[in-house]
């Protein structure tokens, strides 16, 4: 539960800055479910862009789903080609949200960034519960 509190806490604290990056990125199939909502602090460091992160990620794979939630911090330096990127994790946490319909649906049915953040609040406070 400390890391989940963490990783809260570094979500909270970069939402509430007027600068960050958010990004959403979802893939789906007839037996897979791939989705991941990224927050970014946006500061310079140096000549690059980095500052806090927090990630969080939903699987389906082979009748199970998962969440994974990470944070930590990036730097991202811009190249002749693009850019280089660089994440160190200082939180990760993986729940396995278990194989039982009702929750497999809901995972299938994320179409959105808001689905998802419904689904990881649901998970939260059900992790909250003694």
Same mark, same amino acid.
């Given at each position: 539960?400390?890391?989940?509190?963490?990783? @809260?806490?570094? +979500?909270?604290?970069?939402?509430?800055?007027?600068?960050?990056?958010?990004? +959403?990125? @979802?893939?789906?199939?007839? *037996?897979?479910? *791939?989705?991941?909502?990224?927050?970014?602090?946006?500061?310079?460091?140096?000549?690059?862009?980095?500052?806090?992160?927090?990630?969080?990620?939903?699987?389906?794979?082979?009748?199970?789903?998962?969440?994974?939630?990470?944070?930590?911090?990036?730097?991202?330096?811009?190249?002749?080609?693009?850019?280089?990127?660089?994440?160190?994790?200082?939180?990760?946490?993986?729940?396995?949200?278990? *194989?039982?319909?009702?929750?497999?649906? +809901?995972?299938?049915?994320?179409?959105?960034?808001? *689905?998802?953040?419904?689904?990881?609040?649901?998970?939260?406070?059900?992790?909250?519960?003694?």
């Amino acid at each position: 539960m400390e890391k989940i509190i963490q990783w @809260i806490e570094v +979500f909270n604290q970069i939402a509430k800055n007027e600068s960050n990056y958010h990004s +959403f990125y @979802i893939e789906k199939g007839e *037996d897979f479910v *791939d989705a991941s909502l990224t927050l970014e602090e946006v500061s310079h460091v140096e000549e690059c862009r980095g500052g806090a992160y927090a990630a969080a990620s939903v699987t389906m794979r082979g009748g199970k789903a998962y969440l994974e939630m990470t944070s930590g911090s990036y730097r991202k330096c811009p190249t002749q080609t693009g850019y280089t990127a660089e994440y160190t994790h200082t939180t990760q946490q993986k729940i396995e949200l278990g *194989d039982d319909p009702e929750v497999l649906g +809901f995972v299938k049915s994320i179409k959105n960034e808001g *689905d998802l953040v419904a689904l990881l609040e649901a998970v939260l406070q059900a992790a909250a519960k003694p």
